[in-house]
Nanobody
């Protein structure tokens, strides 16, 4: 069983930065690929970024590539999402998720564990 708690959301202006954190409980955290997803009002949840269990590989949605960076710290049982050059279209609730297996997935229904989400609002 894995419990996930996101933090770090807030309100920023266009071009600003935020760093989201996802703290995980459970001693098997280091074995789980992790993902970040987001959901804007009236839209479906979409993939943002993912990282392999050992942090050696990452994947990003085209819309955030070059602006966002996902990382993980096994000693702190935490996954991060550094978000730079934020745009109004990045406004959403951001969720972290964990799944079993070796590789990550871009499909939200392949992640059994989810945090409660943290709101990110970018104003123009």
């Amino acid at each position: 069983q894995v419990q996930l708690v996101e933090s770090g959301g807030g309100s920023v202006q266009t071009g600003g930065s935020l760093r989201l954190s996802c703290a995980a409980s459970g001693r098997l955290f280091s074995r789980y690929p992790m993902g970040w997803f987001r959901q804007a009002p009236g839209k479906e949840r979409e993939f943002v970024a993912a990282i392999s269990w050992n942090g050696g590989s990452t994947d990003y949605a085209d819309s955030v590539k070059g602006r966002f960076t996902i990382s993980r710290d096994h000693a702190k049982n935490t996954v991060y999402l550094q978000m730079n050059t934020l745009k109004p279209e990045d406004t959403a609730v951001y969720y972290c998720a964990a799944r079993y297996g070796i590789t990550w997935s871009r499909r939200s229904n392949e992640y059994p564990y989810w945090g409660q989400g943290t709101q990110v609002t970018v104003s123009s």
